[in-house]
Each structure stands twice: as C-alpha cells, then as structure tokens.
C-alpha cells in the first residue's frame, strides 16, 4: 500500500499552474498503490503536487514529472527542490511525445491531461507498463472522462470510474458554510 504524505496545499511553492487538491491527491495516491520501490510516471505535472507526493511514496524508487508548460516546469523544479525529492526527473515537452526519454519500463502511471492524444497516452502506458502495473487519470470534465473509461477499457482491465466531489468547510458569520471545489472524475486501470 501506498504510503501517503498528505501535503497541505500551501505546503507547495504554488503559482499560476494548475493543483490538484489535497484530498484528490491523497486518494489518487491510494487508488495507485504506490511502493517503495516503484517508477511512477506523473504525465501533466503542473504545480508537481501529485509528483511530490508519489515521490513520497516511491521513496526508493523513480518519479519522472512530464510537462508542457514552461511556468508549470519551473513549479515542478522548485517543488522538488522544496521538498527534497531528488530521484524526481523533470521532463519537458508533450505527452506522448516527450515520454521517449524513459527509458525503462514503469510500474504507476498518473495522467493529469491528456493534451488531445488520450489514445495514445494509453497506448504507451499499455507498452511500457509493467505487468500488474497500474494507470489512473484525473479529468474535470464529462466528455474527457467518458473518453478515457471507453479507452481504458480497451486497453486495462479491471477499469473502474469514481466522481468524487470536495466541500470544505469557510468560516461565514461565525457559522461554517461548504463551499464546494469542482468534481473530479478519477478512472483506474490495471496492465496486464
């Protein structure tokens, strides 16, 4: 099982990229099943907020941060360096495209985005997964979601979908109101 740090979002050096939040990172950790030993691949990095934490996680093992964006990229580094997550490679550049630069094969798979090539994300994950490995990817939107399930399907086994919606609780008149974040699809998968 996973080993999860849990960071706080403002544990991060944050900035204009994308987080995901904290409760969404902690499950998406779990649902990975991350060990010590593992190579992770976070693919649409952003912030780093998943890599850090799967870099807490496979603290043995290797986690490389794929992302296209050069402010999001500068994130990544700083967030490394924060944290102290030295066997944490940066590669910049799109997916799948970028991904030629692993070159071994990976035990976890995070997709954040999939940057208009869903398919061929799970194509390459189908190739350089190892067995018994496992792929799960984030989307905030429906029609994203539905894609990768479909994809997923055709390519993973055991595939399941979750929407899970987050409410935290903001101080409002000395009463507490929920304010609610935006609901996150999360699809798992796993190679065979």
Same mark, same amino acid.
Request: hydrophobic share 45%; charged share 20%.
């Given at each position: 099982?996973?080993?999860?740090?849990?960071?706080k979002d /403002?544990?991060?050096?944050?900035?204009?990229?994308?987080?995901?939040?904290?409760?969404? @990172?902690?499950?998406?950790?779990s649902?990975?099943?991350?060990?010590?030993? /593992?190579?992770?691949?976070?693919?649409?990095?952003?912030?780093?907020?998943?890599?850090?934490e799967?870099a807490?996680?496979?603290?043995?093992?290797? &986690?490389?941060?794929?992302?296209?964006?050069?402010? =999001?990229?500068?994130?990544?580094?700083?967030?490394?360096?924060?944290?102290?997550?030295?066997?944490? &490679?940066?590669i910049?550049?799109?997916?799948?495209?970028?991904?030629?630069?692993?070159?071994?094969?990976? /035990? @976890? &798979?995070?997709i954040?985005?999939?940057?208009?090539?869903?398919?061929?994300?799970?194509?390459?994950?189908?190739?350089?997964?190892?067995?018994?490995?496992?792929?799960i =990817?984030?989307?905030?939107?429906?029609?994203? =979601?539905?894609? =990768?399930?479909?994809?997923?399907?055709?390519?993973?086994?055991?595939?399941?979908?979750?929407?899970?919606g987050?409410?935290?609780?903001e101080?409002?008149?000395?009463?507490?109101?929920?304010?609610?974040?935006?609901?996150?699809?999360?699809?798992?998968?796993?190679?065979?």
């Open positions: 099982m996973s080993k999860i740090a849990g960071y /403002d544990a991060y050096i944050r900035g204009k990229a994308p987080m995901t939040k904290r409760e969404i @990172r902690i499950l998406t950790i649902l990975l099943g991350i060990e010590a030993g /593992d190579v992770v691949v976070d693919i649409g990095a952003g912030t780093g907020g998943l890599t850090m799967a807490y996680a496979a603290d043995q093992g290797k &986690v490389y941060a794929v992302e296209a964006k050069e402010t =999001a990229l500068e994130l990544v580094q700083k967030n490394k360096e924060h944290f102290n997550a030295d066997h944490v &490679v940066i910049p550049g799109k997916a799948p495209e970028a991904l030629v630069e692993i070159k071994e094969p990976v /035990d @976890r &798979v995070i954040g985005g999939s940057g208009g090539n869903m398919e061929g994300l799970f194509q390459w994950c189908k190739a350089n997964t190892r067995a018994g490995g496992r792929v =990817a984030n989307f905030v939107t429906l029609e994203n =979601a539905a894609q =990768a399930t479909t994809l997923m399907n055709q390519y993973f086994q055991n595939v399941e979908l979750i929407q899970v987050i409410s935290r609780g101080g409002i008149g000395g009463l507490t109101m929920l304010k609610a974040a935006n609901p996150i699809f999360i699809i798992t998968g796993d190679v065979n």
